[in-house]
C-alpha cells in the first residue's frame, strides 16, 4: 500500500517537487499519521483534512471493511456473529472475552497502520498541491483566499489518488459476487 501510494504521487510529480517544499510536506505527514494519539494541534489539522475529503478515504481498506461487514465479523461484539463461533466464544467465558478484545485491539492498530500509510502520501500530495496552486496564482496575479487553493488543491489530490468515496456503486455492488473482492482499487486505478 505504501509503495502503490508512493507510485501515484510519482506519476503526478509530487516526488519531482523542490527539495525544501517536498522534505516540508514529508515532515507534516510523518507528524500526522501517528497511529494511535497525536497531538493536539496535529489532531486539529487531520481533522481539517479529513474533513476536505483528503484522509481515511482507503479504497482498499474500504473494500475490506466492507467485507468484514458483510461476513459478519467483529460485529456485536463478537469476532465472527457466526452461529457455530458465537456458542463456542461464549463458553470460552473470560478467556473469550480476552481473545476477542486482543484480537480488536490488534486489528484497530493493523487497520490505523494500513490507512496511516495512505494517509501518509496523500497528505503529502495535498501540501505539495497547496504551494503549486498558492504559487501559480501569485505568478499570474490571480488573488484567491487561501481556503480556496485548500479546496482546489484537495480535489487535485481526491481525483488523482485512489479514493474509496469516488468508486461507484456498481463497482461497490460486485462486492457481492464470488469475483467481485477488491473491485475498488483497479476502477479507482483506472479512474484517476
Given at each position: 500500500?505504501?509503495?502503490?501510494?508512493?507510485?501515484?504521487?510519482?506519476?503526478n510529480?509530487?516526488l519531482?517537487?523542490?527539495p525544501?517544499?517536498?522534505?516540508?510536506a514529508?515532515?507534516?505527514?510523518?507528524?500526522l499519521?501517528?497511529?494511535?494519539?497525536?497531538?493536539?494541534k496535529?489532531m486539529?489539522?487531520?481533522?481539517?483534512l479529513?474533513e476536505?475529503?483528503?484522509?481515511?478515504?482507503?479504497?482498499r481498506?474500504?473494500?475490506?471493511?466492507?467485507l468484514?461487514?458483510?461476513a459478519?465479523?467483529?460485529?456485536s461484539?463478537?469476532?465472527?456473529?457466526?452461529?457455530?463461533?458465537?456458542p463456542?466464544?461464549?463458553?470460552?467465558?473470560?478467556v473469550?472475552e480476552?481473545?476477542?478484545?486482543?484480537?480488536?485491539k490488534?486489528?484497530?492498530?493493523?487497520?490505523?497502520?494500513?490507512?496511516?500509510?495512505?494517509?501518509?502520501?496523500?497528505?503529502?500530495n495535498?501540501?505539495?498541491?497547496?504551494?503549486?496552486?498558492?504559487a501559480?496564482?501569485a505568478k499570474k496575479?490571480?488573488?484567491k483566499?487561501?481556503?480556496?487553493?485548500?479546496?482546489?488543491?484537495?480535489?487535485?489530490?481526491?481525483?488523482?489518488?485512489?479514493?474509496?468515496?469516488?468508486?461507484?456503486?456498481?463497482?461497490?455492488?460486485?462486492r457481492?459476487?464470488p469475483f467481485?473482492?477488491?473491485?475498488?482499487?483497479?476502477?479507482?486505478?483506472?479512474r484517476?
Amino acid at each position: 500500500n505504501f509503495f502503490s501510494s508512493a507510485g501515484f504521487s510519482l506519476a503526478n510529480g509530487t516526488l519531482f517537487t523542490d527539495p525544501v517544499t517536498l522534505g516540508k510536506a514529508l515532515n507534516k505527514a510523518r507528524r500526522l499519521v501517528q497511529v494511535g494519539v497525536r497531538a493536539p494541534k496535529a489532531m486539529e489539522e487531520y481533522r481539517e483534512l479529513l474533513e476536505l475529503g483528503i484522509t481515511n478515504s482507503n479504497v482498499r481498506m474500504g473494500d475490506l471493511k466492507n467485507l468484514m461487514k458483510d461476513a459478519k465479523i467483529f460485529e456485536s461484539g463478537n469476532v465472527a456473529t457466526d452461529s457455530v463461533l458465537k456458542p463456542m466464544m461464549n463458553a470460552l467465558g473470560k478467556v473469550g472475552e480476552n481473545a476477542v478484545r486482543g484480537a480488536r485491539k490488534t486489528a484497530q492498530v493493523m487497520q490505523d497502520a494500513y490507512v496511516a500509510e495512505d494517509d501518509f502520501w496523500k497528505i503529502t500530495n495535498f501540501y505539495i498541491e497547496n504551494e503549486r496552486l498558492a504559487a501559480a496564482y501569485a505568478k499570474k496575479g490571480i488573488k484567491k483566499s487561501a481556503e480556496a487553493i485548500k479546496q482546489e488543491a484537495a480535489d487535485v489530490v481526491r481525483n488523482t489518488i485512489p479514493n474509496y468515496a469516488y468508486v461507484g456503486e456498481f463497482v461497490r455492488g460486485m462486492r457481492a459476487t464470488p469475483f467481485g473482492n477488491f473491485m475498488s482499487w483497479p476502477s479507482e486505478v483506472y479512474r484517476t
